[in-house]
T-cell receptor, first 116, second 111 residues
Framework: ETGVTQSPTHLIKTRGQQVTLRCSSQ?????VSWYQQALGQGPQFIFQ???????GRGNFPPRFSGLQFPNYSSELNVNALELDDSALYLC???????????????FGPGTRLTVL | TQLLEQSPQFLSIQEGENLTVYCNSS?????LQWYRQEPGEGPVLLVT?????EVKKLKRLTFQFGDARKDSSLHITAAQPGDTGLYLC???????????FGKGTRLHILP
């Protein structure tokens, strides 16, 4: 148990639709990062938020966007879904300022998204 | 682009044997982390190494960061079925300190 929760657990969408995934961080953790983990791959960094501002982004198109709220919850939004967006989406929260690499990241169990 | 190469991709060995898995890159990282991920769960941090040549031990697990900070290894002594899982290495980019993961080594320990 990491104290990080994600919803929903599983989700099925069709190509072209939009999806919102949710994450609840550990209380007091100001930094949240989102990752995409395709089958048989390691997690790929999408972006990070620190105190409600984007604080670094990976190689993902603008149709991947996020929000972080003052109550330690956050969202990942994906527009115009493509088949290749099918993956496990993980969020991870950390305590440190700006989420430096030496801070421990606590991962949620992920949301399994299937795009048909 | 996968900057971190992990080997082997799959490893199945008998309980009690020793094993080593590797994480290699042509890039230098400011720090490197090892995680274990089990089905239906997110990765769980095992260790962070920061200094070139650093060795850290966690019970039967020994982690080493290469002198040049480009590679790392994880050695497990007397493997047990509870060690079964996906082992991921992750390096922090110098540019922005964000984490890049390898594809992982899927380890299966046979009782």
């Amino acid at each position: 148990e990491t104290g990080v929760t994600q919803s929903p657990t599983h989700l099925i969408k069709t190509r072209g639709q939009q999806v919102t995934l949710r994450c609840s961080s550990q209380s007091g953790h100001n930094t949240v990062s989102w990752y995409q983990q395709a089958l048989g791959q390691g997690p790929q960094f999408i972006f990070q938020y620190y105190r409600e501002e984007e604080n670094g982004r990976g190689n993902f198109p603008p149709r991947f966007s996020g929000l972080q709220f003052p109550n330690y919850s956050s969202e990942l939004n994906v527009n115009a879904l493509e088949l290749d967006d099918s993956a496990l989406y993980l969020c991870a929260s950390s305590l440190g300022v700006g989420g430096t690499s030496t801070d421990t990241q606590y991962f949620g169990p992920g949301t399994r998204l299937t795009v048909l | 682009t996968q900057l971190l190469e992990q080997s082997p991709q799959f490893l199945s060995i008998q309980e009690g044997e020793n094993l080593t898995v590797y994480c290699n890159s042509s890039s230098v990282f400011s720090s490197l982390q090892w995680y274990r991920q089990e089905p239906g769960e997110g990765p769980v941090l095992l260790v962070t190494v920061v200094t070139g040549g650093e060795v850290k031990k966690l019970k039967r697990l020994t982690f080493q960061f290469g002198d040049a900070r480009k590679d790392s290894s994880l050695h497990i002594t007397a493997a047990q079925p509870g060690d079964t899982g996906l082992y991921l290495c992750a390096g922090a980019r110098w540019s922005d300190d964000k984490i890049i993961f390898g594809k992982g080594t899927r380890l299966h320990i046979l009782p």
